[in-house]
């Protein structure tokens, strides 16, 4: 359990500089709501987050493989129990796939139950002549595009930490009540591979069955698979909520970010002298960071200092996200600066920040062949260096929406409009999800 009461030493991040930060109109008011989260109980435990960055150790070694997945930005609308349910089931189920694909354990992570906040290219939104401050994630102002709306209100930070209570509740009783077991969760895949657009996964599919059943039929004992360690994950932020989301661990004195078992720190935020990486420095948990196209050797060993000066393995996951026309070149010093300092990190593809463009009917979108290029792009870089690669870090949904161009069921310009449901970028449906499973999974195999 945390202290409670220990006065948290804080870590120096309010010292540094910190962007992408609101400017909320009442001070007051912001005190108030952190010092009243600063009495809640943690939305994550020690012990779990320990398990997590074990882990990621084994990732990073090629022991295991990483699926981190969920929206772009959640919403305080969508936090519904089916949401949540058909987000999980297409986790999971991607997670079967992987599984048989890699031969290995797939840690299973979502980019859900806090993931609330969102890092902006400008401040100010315009539209037909009106300009407004930008819409911030729902922990920070409303989307809808009023000047009210879009002011930023610390209160929201209490709703976002209750929402991710709730998602976390609900996740854990569908994991640990029997509703992830491998049995039931591979025959959802069935249905998967029952459409005709998805026939070349059939004999894949059967391959996974007949395991299925020797594994029956050997006598293993299914019950022991019932429960599953599903973890959640978000970016770090905003630095008042993690600030107040910090408890001191009473067995080993250990701070944690007790907000998620993995916070990661966005492309945007990733100065190594700079607040997110101070704040995320000071804490326990597991941590990413997102790195693009113009990151050199430098900043990653600058970024190795800070945050894993020791080289702890599973402390530190770096997430490429360099496009898939420049991942064949861009990766590979990076990948060779952090050989050559020797300290390990969990190598992990982002394919999707890389890959954002408008559509000619001017929808953010992105096209499913790029994405699956840039995670091949990866695993051929890695390959040829004699690294590891750990893990695909995806925006994802449950639903049906049609946002991403392209998959098996062929979504061209004219269907975005059908269902473009999404309040910041593009995510795979739940088909492009699994066709994107069953695509991984043949990479990992060769
Ligand atoms: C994101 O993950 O939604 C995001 C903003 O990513 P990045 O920091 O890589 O641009
Ligand atoms: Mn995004």
């Not at 779990?48 to 090629?62: C, K, N, P, T």
């Not at 290995?104 to 290219?121: E, L």
């Not at 990948?335 to 390990?344: F, L, N, S, T, Y």
Request: charged letters at 25%; hydrophobic letters at 35%.
């Amino acid at each position: 359990m945390y202290e409670t009461d220990a006065a948290t030493p804080t870590p120096s991040w309010r010292e540094r500089p910190a962007s992408q930060q609101p400017s909320y109109p009442d001070r007051g008011a912001l005190e108030a709501v952190t010092s009243d989260l600063r009495s809640r109980p943690p939305l994550v435990f020690a012990g779990e987050v320990d398990s997590l960055r074990r882990a990621m150790a084994a990732a990073s070694e090629g022991r295991a493989f990483v699926l981190m997945g969920g929206d772009c930005a959640e919403s305080f609308q969508d936090n519904t129990a089916d949401n949540i349910r058909l987000k999980l089931q297409t986790i999971l189920q991607m997670a079967a796939v992987l599984t048989y694909g890699a031969s290995t354990p797939v840690i299973k992570i979502g980019r859900m139950a806090g993931q609330y906040a969102k890092p902006r290219s400008t401040d100010t939104e315009t539209r037909e002549g009106v300009t407004l401050p930008s819409y911030r994630g729902d922990s920070v102002n409303d989307h809808a595009f009023t000047a009210e709306a879009r002011v930023p209100d610390p209160q929201r930070m209490l709703d976002a930490y209750l929402r991710a209570g709730t998602t976390l509740n609900l996740i854990r009783s569908f994991t640990m009540g029997g509703y992830a077991d491998l049995r039931e969760v591979h025959s959802w895949n069935r249905g998967f591979t029952d459409n005709p657009a998805y026939s070349r996964f059939e004999s894949f599919a059967g391959e996974i069955d007949r395991a299925m059943r020797f594994m029956e039929a050997a006598g293993v004992d299914f019950d022991a698979l019932r429960q599953v360690d599903f973890y959640a994950a978000h970016e770090a932020l905003l630095l008042e909520y993690e600030d107040a989301m910090i408890r001191q661990d009473s067995r080993s004195g250990r701070l944690y970010d007790t907000s998620a078992h993995l916070l990661w720190i966005g492309e945007r935020t990733r100065g190594p002298r700079d607040a997110h990486v101070a704040l995320l420095a000071g804490v326990h948990n597991p941590v990413g960071v997102k790195i693009g196209p113009s990151t050199t050797g430098d900043d990653v060993r600058a970024l190795m200092d800070e945050l894993n000066p020791d080289g702890d393995p599973g402390r530190l996951t770096l997430i490429t996200r360099m496009g898939s026309g420049r991942i064949r070149e861009a990766l590979p010093p990076i990948v060779e600066a952090v050989k050559a300092d020797g300290r390990p990190v969990t190598w992990v593809t982002d394919p999707m920040h890389g890959n954002t463009i408008t559509s000619e009917n001017g929808y953010k979108t992105r096209r499913f062949d790029t994405i699956l290029d840039e995670v091949r792009g990866f695993f051929e870089v890695h390959r040829a260096a004699g690294t590891v690669p750990g893990g695909i870090h995806v925006e994802l949904t449950g639903d049906d929406v049609t946002e991403v161009l392209g998959g098996g069921e062929h979504i061209d310009e004219a269907a975005l409009e059908e269902r473009y449901e999404t309040l910041v970028d593009p995510r795979l449906n739940h088909q492009q999800s699994l066709e994107t499973a069953f695509e991984v999974a043949e990479m990992l195999r060769r």
